[in-house]
């Protein structure tokens, strides 16, 4: 029976949301599958991905295909490099220890990576929200020095003013 790691979609019309499966790949797309190994929603900045590596390499070491989306998911929560460092022990390249050593350093890295990236977008948020705050509170200056009564004038203070008047407008 061929084995396909792929998505099934869920969610409603607009919103999609994936589970990551193993399927049987003559199965429909959101029919049976065979097991659940995670999640992805691309609804969120950045997507959100819940992965179960270990039964991901799992199927992958029984001659599990993934898809093309799949594959890119599965690359980069790390599971096709636990598979290609879980070859390298069988093959004696590496020990255990090592392979788990090089996983656990590219773990942190990625995770820095992803982090830096939330720190990033938040702060543009935050400088959006200050710049529309800024100009918010300027269209309401503006508004309220237009809606402004005009001072009353006496007749004493009248030609005084009239003069300005022209100064400002030569």
């Given amino acids: 029976m061929p084995v396909k790691i792929r998505l099934q979609r869920h969610g409603k019309k607009g919103k999609p949301f994936y589970w990551v499966v193993a399927a ?10 065979l097991e659940k190994l995670g999640i992805y929603n ?5 997507a959100t991905i ?8 799992k199927w992958l070491q ?24 879980a070859g390298g022990v069988r ?23 992803v982090s830096a990236k939330v720190e990033g977008l938040s702060k543009a948020d935050q400088e959006a929200r200050a710049k529309a705050l800024e100009a918010e509170k300027a269209v ?28 400002e407008e030569e």
């Fill in 140 to 167: 309401n200056e503006a508004r309220i020095k237009a809606n402004a009564p005009a001072p009353e004038v006496t007749e004493e203070e009248a030609p005084a003013v009239e003069a300005e008047a022209k100064n």
């Fill in 24 to 33: 049987d790949s003559r199965s429909k797309r959101d029919g049976k599958f």
């Fill in 50 to 57: 819940e992965l179960d590596v270990d039964s991901s390499v």
């Fill in 91 to 113: 093959k004696g390249a590496l020990t255990e220890e090592q392979a788990e050593a090089k996983f656990t350093a590219w773990l942190e890295e990625k995770e820095n990576k």
């Fill in 42 to 46: 691309p609804n969120t900045n950045p």
């Fill in 62 to 85: 029984n001659g599990a295909q993934p898809t093309d989306t799949a594959k890119a998911l599965l690359s980069y929560k790390g599971a096709l490099l636990k598979n290609h460092l």
